[in-house]
């Protein structure tokens, strides 16, 4: 037990040294990140913590939980980045944790470290806990939910059951007020496939269903019901409309393609997702029942996923987000094999996409920044306005960028040339966890001076000015969070936005300051009475007085 506990201790202190640092030294990136971190704002400064608001106004997309975690992290920190990010570096922690424990109980000690180590070596799911976005949280407690169902199906005892079938309907209620009921549809589609692979016999008994599906209606009622009892269902109908809208449009221009996820797990998962592809391929003779079921219901999850987000018109990275903990439980069951069974090889196909994905990867990491450096070159052969300012922004580039690369084809060589499989697979994935590591502290900062900074420090002046801040002809939440008194709980955007029409032309009370793209600049230039104040890095700015 010591020895398990020194484990679980030293997983805690590396991802708290992995996911902590530098979270406060980026900006909040437009539009999530900004949009999240506002309505937990917002709960904090008007001191309405049941009602979900952008600019004070209803917002009809989410429900609360993930922003009461902001909202308490911004009165333990401030209202800042580095709290606004916090919440997810704290699931980080939490996840890989969880991970080793699981990974004990199902199989043994080594794979729950290689589990560990995968997890930490896949760049997508990196890169999630440190940022300020809704879905690590939601993911986890959906997984967490699942695990506890297969423990209904494994488990005799009695008294055990009753408590997991609790905790799967609390874990599966909390998904559900963090981000809707999607996660109730993403459970329900899995143990419909579940039933139908085992025809159509429930592998857990009907009245530990009842009893997930009870607490599930008692949490979510705890927000939604009350929601409905206070202000009637207003909020109901917006959000099933929202919801909707993301099924049947292209919501917010993510319109893309069918197999959009693919590429993204393929790629933005290496290598973990082609050690998936060996563990699907090819299954291990020595794994036991239990092991085997866990297996089969990662597959089902994956799949659910997979394709009910493919289907989904509205297609976003982070949609598919929850495919990286099959999708790692997967892979790990092939590295597991591959480690320690002598005899075990790599299939052809995945030796291929090994050498060519991680090739193209690490090269595009090192040459990243060497793009950038010659970016009036790259400048000249693009045809966007808006694009070329961006690239005007004064970001220096240096070798030390590129290093995070130059260590991630180390790790892809290594695990050619060294003989130890041990060795090799930890020299490659400790190497994308460094190169995910330094691209956060190196890169990522540049990236937004090019992409927003000029925009958000505008923002930022007018922090302290009683006046109206807007944006023209594009959709941001910068001016909202950016421009807004982080002290002045009746800061109200309401005062600092209103009507771009009767900003431009009415009669305004106070200062007006606008935002625009300099491909839209002519929208402004033309407005009587408006003074242009400066341009910088893809952004114009202008003002107008009362």
């Known amino acids: 037990m010591k020895h398990i506990l020194k484990n679980e201790l030293r997983i805690l202190i590396l991802a708290a040294l992995l996911f902590l640092p530098f979270l406060g030294s980026v900006h909040l990136f437009d539009w999530d990140e900004i949009n999240f971190a506002e309505s937990a704002r917002e709960m904090l400064l008007s001191g309405d913590y049941f009602t979900v608001q952008i600019n004070y106004e209803p917002f009809w997309e989410k429900p609360p939980m993930f922003f009461w975690m902001q909202a308490l992290s911004m009165k333990i920190f401030g209202i800042n980045e580095f709290a606004a990010r916090f919440p997810n570096a704290l699931c980080g922690i939490v996840t890989l944790v969880a991970f080793f424990r699981i990974g004990r109980k199902i199989v043994d000690v080594q794979f729950a470290r290689i589990w560990v180590m995968i997890y930490l070596g896949t760049f997508l799911p990196f890169l999630y806990f440190k940022s300020g976005i809704i879905d690590p949280w939601f993911n986890l407690f959906i997984f967490l939910a699942i695990y506890r169902v297969y423990l209904l199906a494994t488990n005799d005892s009695a008294r055990d059951n009753r408590m997991n ?77 929202y919801q909707i809208r993301l099924l049947t449009t292209s919501e917010a221009g993510h319109g893309q393609p069918f197999f959009y996820h693919w590429p993204v797990l393929l790629f933005g998962c290496f290598p973990t997702s082609i050690f998936m592809i060996q563990a699907m391929a090819k299954r291990s003779n020595e794994l036991e029942v239990n092991q085997v079921l866990f297996r089969k219901w990662m597959i089902v999850l994956f799949w659910v996923v997979l394709l009910l987000f493919s289907i989904v018109t509205t297609k976003i990275v982070h949609y598919s987000s929850l495919c990286y903990f099959p999708l790692t439980f997967l892979a790990t069951l092939g590295v597991y094999e591959f480690i320690r069974n002598r005899d075990a090889k790599l299939l052809y ?11 193209l990867l690490a090269t595009l990491f090192m040459f990243f920044p060497v793009l950038f450096g010659i970016k009036e070159s790259v400048s000249e052969k693009l045809n966007d306005e808006f694009v070329q300012g961006n690239l005007e922004a004064d970001v220096n580039w240096a070798f030390t960028d590129s290093l995070g690369g130059l260590i991630f084809l180390g790790g892809v060589v290594c695990f050619w040339l060294i003989r130890n499989r041990e060795l090799k697979s930890q020299l490659l994935f400790s190497s994308i966890t460094i190169c995910a590591f330094m691209s956060t502290m190196l890169i990522a900062p540049k990236v ?38 982080p002290e002045n709980p009746l800061d109200g955007l309401r005062q600092k936005s209103a009507d771009d029409n009767w900003l431009l032309y009415g009669e305004i009370d106070k200062t007006a300051y606008f935002s625009v793209k300099i491909s839209d600049v002519a929208m402004l230039d033309s407005v009587p009475g408006i003074q242009k104040l400066y341009q910088k890095n893809g952004f114009a700015f202008y003002k107008r007085e009362p």
């Not at 196909?349 to 090739?359: E, H, K, N, S, W």
């Not at 000029?454 to 002046?461: G, P």
């Open 349 to 359: 196909v995945v030796q291929g996409l090994f050498a060519v994905i991680g090739v």
């Open 165 to 241: 079938a609790l905790l799967a309907g609390l874990f599966l209620g909390f998904a559900v007020i963090t981000k809707g009921p999607v996660a109730i549809v993403i459970c329900v589609l899995f143990f419909l496939v579940i039933l139908s692979i085992n025809k159509f016999r429930s592998p857990i008994k009907w009245k530990f269903l009842l009893v997930i599906f009870g607490v599930v209606l008692l949490v979510s009622f705890s927000w939604f019901g009350m929601e409905t009892i206070r202000n009637g269902p207003h909020f109901i109908v917006e959000f099933v409309q």
């Open 448 to 485: 937004e001076a090019i992409s927003q900074r000029a925009n958000i420090e505008f923002f930022k002046q007018r922090q302290n000015e009683d006046c109206y801040v807007e944006t023209i002809n594009y959709k941001s939440y910068a001016h909202y969070f950016y421009a807004g008194d």
